[in-house]
């Protein structure tokens, strides 16, 4: 017998690397954009984005824990508990998102104060993680959908919409930002506006391959007629 070939893992990698590139280079932008406006607003957004950061690792690790979980599943053949564990996680991201969008609109100050935000910053600080607690119930929504699709092998698509996503709020947030004609720049607002507009557009992707992922596994199981 021969040996089986070896797994190759660059071709399921290297989306994960992009993204997380992609994702970096949206807050090297936003950094820079914001700078421009000053050094409080630039500290604001670099307080804002990192809390808002170290509170999205919740949805990747209840992601990294479906997609592990969901692709046993499929390897079993157990269909129907894969897809009871996709609608469980969809779940508990609603509510964790929830939640923690919820906490950051409330105790915008007192989190801020727990990472020794200067003064001057928190007046520009506090209305933006405001604005970056209403993103993260699409974030989290976004996390569990990409997980599902990537435990189907559907990594590309998964890519795919996350390009879409970072590339329509790049687009979205320079004229936001900086304004454009009759547009007044909005600062920071605007690079919240475009992240929840970018968002949005996202969870329609991800529900949209998702749905497809869905419609050709049933066909897949279906008989063959004679």
């Given at each position: 017998?021969?040996?089986?070939?070896?797994?190759?893992?660059?071709?399921?990698?290297?989306?994960?690397?992009?993204?997380?590139?992609?994702?970096?280079?949206?807050?090297?932008?936003?950094?820079?954009?914001?700078?421009?406006?000053?050094?409080?607003?630039?500290?604001?957004?670099?307080?804002?984005?990192?809390?808002?950061?170290?509170?999205?690792?919740?949805?990747?690790?209840?992601?990294?824990?479906?997609?592990?979980?969901?692709?046993?599943?499929?390897?079993?053949?157990?269909?129907?508990?894969?897809?009871?564990v996709a609608r469980a996680t969809?779940?508990?991201?609603?509510?964790?998102?929830?939640?923690?969008?919820?906490?950051?609109?409330?105790?915008?100050?007192?989190?801020?104060?727990?990472?020794?935000?200067?003064?001057?910053?928190?007046?520009?600080?506090?209305?933006?993680?405001?604005?970056?607690?209403?993103?993260?119930?699409?974030?989290?929504?976004?996390?569990?959908?990409?997980?599902?699709?990537?435990?189907?092998?559907?990594?590309?698509?998964?890519?795919?919409?996350?390009?879409?996503?970072?590339?329509?709020?790049?687009?979205?947030?320079?004229?936001?930002?900086?304004?454009?004609?009759?547009?007044?720049?909005?600062?920071?607002?605007?690079?919240?506006?475009?992240?929840?507009?970018?968002?949005?557009?996202?969870?329609?992707?991800?529900?949209?391959?998702?749905?497809?992922?869905?419609?050709?596994?049933?066909?897949?199981?279906?008989?063959?007629?004679?």
């Open positions: 017998m021969s040996p089986a070939p070896a797994p190759r893992l660059l071709p399921l990698i290297w989306p994960l690397y992009l993204e997380l590139w992609l994702g970096i280079g949206v807050g090297l932008v936003g950094t820079a954009l914001a700078a421009r406006q000053g050094d409080a607003a630039g500290g604001a957004f670099a307080v804002s984005h990192q809390l808002a950061a170290a509170l999205f690792v919740l949805f990747r690790i209840i992601g990294a824990g479906a997609s592990v979980v969901l692709t046993q599943r499929l390897g079993g053949g157990q269909r129907a508990q894969a897809d009871a969809l779940g508990a991201s609603t509510w964790i998102g929830g939640g923690t969008g919820l906490g950051c609109v409330l105790l915008a100050g007192p989190l801020l104060g727990l990472l020794n935000t200067p003064e001057d910053v928190r007046p520009l600080a506090e209305p933006f993680v405001r604005w970056l607690g209403l993103s993260l119930l699409l974030d989290a929504w976004n996390a569990s959908l990409a997980a599902v699709l990537r435990s189907h092998l559907r990594s590309r698509d998964t890519l795919a919409v996350i390009v879409a996503m970072h590339g329509s709020h790049l687009l979205l947030c320079v004229p936001l930002m900086l304004g454009a004609g009759p547009l007044p720049p909005l600062g920071l607002s605007g690079f919240a506006l475009a992240l929840l507009a970018s968002r949005v557009l996202g969870v329609g992707l991800d529900r949209k391959s998702t749905r497809l992922n869905s419609s050709h596994s049933q066909q897949s199981r279906m008989p063959s007629s004679a």
